[in-house]
């Protein structure tokens, strides 16, 4: 059984370029959420979606927008970005019969330069 | 709005010594609560969890438990071994449960366990 998986998993983009970030959930999860982890840091929640919609949101401004497909795999996109995007993302899948524990990947490290 | 205390690092110990991390949280309603692990080049691995006051959770003789009346979630190992260095996250969820509201994380405590 395939755990969380994220794609890519490193990559270097320049400030005010557009980055796409993957992830596929746990078999039989339904939801996905995405953190942002920066250095030495604890990961701070971005977004999360179930049923292919937006459902919560933490405090991260509009250029950071998902997607999630029916399959239930999901997209992160930053726009614009700046110096202080660099971090390790973090998505994490929960469903299923345990609904109240996340499974996270490996996450994809964003280096902006 | 939520948040997650936890105690500063690195946290140095000798092996077979008793582990305690603190951990203290800020919430409204009843927050489930989780330890997760990030062990060195790998990703956040849950550890334990308690979903509701003076429950229990263990895994890998680390135990925490769910303190209501101090706001609080320490973790506890009465042994410790080399492989338990690692970064510690204590976490919360809101009270919905942690599948349906987003985690909010303390910053992490770094453990180093010398032989």
């Known amino acids: 059984d395939a755990g969380v998986t994220q794609s890519p998993t490193h990559l270097i983009k320049t400030r005010g370029q557009q980055v796409t970030l993957r992830c596929s959930p746990k078999s039989g999860h339904d939801t996905v959420s995405w953190y942002q982890q920066a250095l030495g840091q604890g990961p701070q929640f971005i977004f999360q979606y179930y049923e292919e919609e937006e459902r919560q949101r933490g405090n991260f401004p509009d250029r950071f927008s998902g997607h999630q497909f029916p399959n239930y795999s999901s997209e992160l996109n930053v726009n614009a970005l700046l110096l202080g995007d660099s971090a390790l993302y973090l998505c994490?899948?929960?469903?299923?019969?345990?609904?109240?524990?996340?499974?996270f990947g490996p996450g994809t490290r964003l280096t902006v330069l | 709005g939520d948040s997650v205390t936890q105690m500063e690092g690195p946290v140095t110990l000798s092996e077979e010594a008793f582990l305690t991390i603190n951990c203290t949280y800020t919430a409204t309603g009843y927050p489930s609560l989780f330890w997760y692990v990030q062990y060195p080049g790998e990703g956040l691995q849950l550890l334990l969890k308690a979903t509701k006051a003076d429950d229990k959770g263990s895994n890998k003789g680390f135990e925490a438990t769910y303190r209501k009346e101090t706001t609080s979630f320490h973790l506890e190992k009465g042994s410790v071994q080399v492989s338990d260095s690692a970064v510690y996250f204590c976490a919360l969820s809101g009270d919905s449960g942690g599948g349906a509201d987003g985690l909010t994380f303390g910053k992490g405590t770094h453990l180093i366990i010398q032989p």
């Open positions: 994490a899948s929960s469903g299923g019969t345990i609904y109240n524990e996340q499974f």
